[in-house]
């Protein structure tokens, strides 16, 4: 394990480029990867020796007798920690995870719970409550000796809540509505015990490091009112309200200025020398102008590629599917990856859980359409289902919420297999593989008036303490043995293979499935029904099946590549959700279904899955 340094450097200038310890290479294709996000203070204290695993056959035996407290709990910082993290590589392993995506683990402000870590106090430090800069490192290190790599979740858009307006009176205020023009002025530094005063005494005041405090570096233009774009000005304009205001209280960096761009482009360059991280994802890209993007992401880059990370992960978070194709750029000055987060979360949701035609999830990947040659290719977009925001659902909740059809947890396994069978960089949101069903429906009005701060219960602690799932206090939820968590990992496996089978997974193209069903002719099938699609890299093809119906079963034959698969051959089967926990994890070899010919020519095999059961086949 590399040393670093003990403390932070307090000025920016002072920091230090040169890399600590040994360089991990980077991966040859991101789409060789499976990622999985967490939140640090929500993942793991490293202590889930000292509680009991949550029995899911007896769900109400840890369940809050206080929901006040449990509602409280979610909205403050409940103990997760770097160390924490580490301490389950094993079980994230098991599980087929190849790469960590770590949400922001920067010093936050002491006298807010901002636990997300958005909201940064000190760019060049960690927050204490999740360890040190050492543990940072520790853990990559140790990933990397797995051969697992971690991405860190960036913020460069904005600040923390580290300085007060003043209004009208000259009182402070957190926020004020947007104006353009001219500049708000500012009240006082934001003391650690969160009061305005003048000057900044101690680290725990205002913001660091000191090159931050110069209020020039900030917009200072009030609170976002309108997060849209009026017809009438260009969406990529830096100048729109939405890339000028702050985010909330959140104080956004003036990146008009040059010098902020160059300052938090090494604030970020440092972190890859000291902690030897594989890739950013970046947060609120959207509220960045294209170009002010492609000169952070080159910055970036080019410090990456000089220390020998030549494909480091640029990821963008981007809210708008209009938006997102302006910061792509396949020839490596803008981001290598946009997060897929507007529309196909619910569209394949939607697919897995049989209440849409297939076609609207396939049809994402329609390359007759700019967005859907990216999404082919699968080097450019991160498939994701649930993740911390959810800004796709109105409602926000996880994929098994308000779910109890008798199949649920293999049902939520194969929403994730799809992810895992299709083209593009999968990412699975900490928790799904137990099944967590966290929604704003545990939010209860007559404890807590009001719509603020819901996002906390699709934040639920795995390792339990105050604020677990399912509204539980006391008790982890990391069991290897979860119906969801091995169907994940068996997939996962077939997936991550290095062999022609697993490189077809990763590297193929797709084709959606024709089937035919009770003597109906071929088609893409409607909702509820079994859903076909297949990944061919050269003569191998991957065959998926998916009962898309929850409470039946459901058959048909499904059409295969006729110039692979010649009349009276087999195809074996990889994995079926019903076989035993033995079979899962060592594939019987005798299983296989035979390919016959339609009068047509077609190629086709018979497949019969239960509800929401799912097969693949080679």
């Not at 293999?410 to 929604?439: K, S």
């Not at 019903?578 to 299983?591: F, G, T, V």
Request: glycine share 8%.
């Amino acid at each position: 394990m590399a040393k670093v340094e003990e403390f932070a450097p307090q000025y920016l200038s002072d920091a230090d480029l040169k890399p600590r310890g040994r360089i991990q290479l980077s991966p040859v294709s991101w789409r060789d990867q499976v990622l999985y996000q967490l939140l640090p203070d929500r993942f793991s204290d490293g202590n889930e020796s000292q509680r009991e695993l949550f029995d899911r056959t007896n769900p109400l035996r840890f369940q809050v007798k206080d929901k006040a407290s449990w509602m409280r709990a979610g909205k403050k910082f409940v103990g997760g920690t770097l160390k924490g993290i580490r301490s389950k590589l094993d079980y994230l392993q098991g599980l087929g995870v190849t790469t960590l995506w770590i949400n922001p683990p920067w010093k936050q402000r002491k006298d807010l719970e901002t636990y997300h870590g958005y909201g940064i106090q000190n760019f060049l430090d960690i927050d204490p409550r999740f360890g040190t800069l050492q543990d940072l490192r520790d853990l990559i290190d140790a990933a990397h000796d797995r051969l697992m790599y971690v991405i860190l979740d960036v913020i460069y858009n904005h600040s923390g809540n580290n300085w007060f307006y003043s209004d009208e009176s000259g009182n402070p205020r957190n926020t004020l509505s947007y104006r353009s023009w001219p500049h708000y002025p500012v009240h006082g530094w934001r003391s650690q015990t969160g009061e305005s005063i003048p000057e900044i005494t101690n680290p725990e005041d205002g913001v660091w490091p000191q090159e931050f405090q110069n209020l020039d570096w900030y917009t200072r233009a009030g609170e976002i009112g309108n997060w849209d774009v009026p017809p009438e000005q260009d969406p990529l304009s830096p100048h729109a309200e939405f890339r000028r205001g702050d985010f909330y209280d959140l104080k956004d960096l003036n990146l008009e200025n040059d010098q902020v761009i160059a300052a938090l482009a090494k604030v970020y360059q440092y972190w890859i020398a000291l902690s030897d991280c594989d890739g950013f994802r970046i947060d609120a890209v959207k509220h960045v102008s294209p170009e002010h993007s492609r000169k952070f992401c080159s910055a970036i880059r080019q410090y990456a590629q000089s220390i020998g990370k030549d494909n480091f992960l640029l990821a963008g978070e981007i809210t708008s599917e209009t938006m997102a194709e302006a910061y792509i750029d396949i020839i490596g000055r803008n981001l290598s990856s946009v997060l897929d987060i507007v529309s196909a979360p619910n569209a394949l949701t939607s697919m897995a859980k049989g209440l849409a035609h297939p076609n609207v999830f396939f049809d994402l990947y329609n390359e007759h359409q700019l967005a859907g040659k990216y999404r082919q290719i699968g080097l450019h977009h991160v498939s994701v289902l649930d993740d911390h925001d959810m800004i796709s659902r109105g409602w926000k909740q996880r994929f098994a919420a308000h779910n109890n059809i008798p199949n649920l947890y293999e049902q939520v396994a194969h929403v994730v297999g799809i992810q895992l069978t299709m083209p593009g960089i999968p990412c699975i949101y900490y928790g799904t593989e137990q099944a967590f069903d966290g929604n704003e429906g545990y939010h209860d009005d007559s404890v807590e008036p009001g719509h603020n701060g819901k996002d906390r219960y699709i934040r639920e602690a795995m390792f339990g303490g105050a604020f677990g799932a399912f509204q539980t206090a006391d008790c982890h939820f990391f069991n290897h043995e979860h119906p969801t968590y091995l169907r994940i990992a068996a997939i996962a496996r077939i997936r991550n293979s290095h062999d022609r089978i697993g490189k077809a997974l990763r590297r193929g193209n797709h084709y959606p499935r024709e089937t035919s069903f009770c003597g109906y002719p071929f088609s893409i099938p409607g909702p509820g029904e079994l859903v076909a699609w297949s990944q061919i890299l050269f003569n191998t093809e991957v065959l998926m099946a998916l009962n898309t119906h929850g409470l039946e079963d459901r058959g048909a034959e499904v059409t295969v590549d006729a110039s692979i698969h010649p009349q009276g051959s087999t195809m074996s089967f990889l994995y079926k959700s019903d076989w035993s926990e033995k079979n899962l994890h060592y594939p019987p070899d005798e299983q296989t279904v035979v390919v016959q010919y339609q009068d047509d020519g077609r190629a086709t095999v018979r497949i019969d899955l239960p509800p929401s059961g799912m097969a693949i086949l080679v």
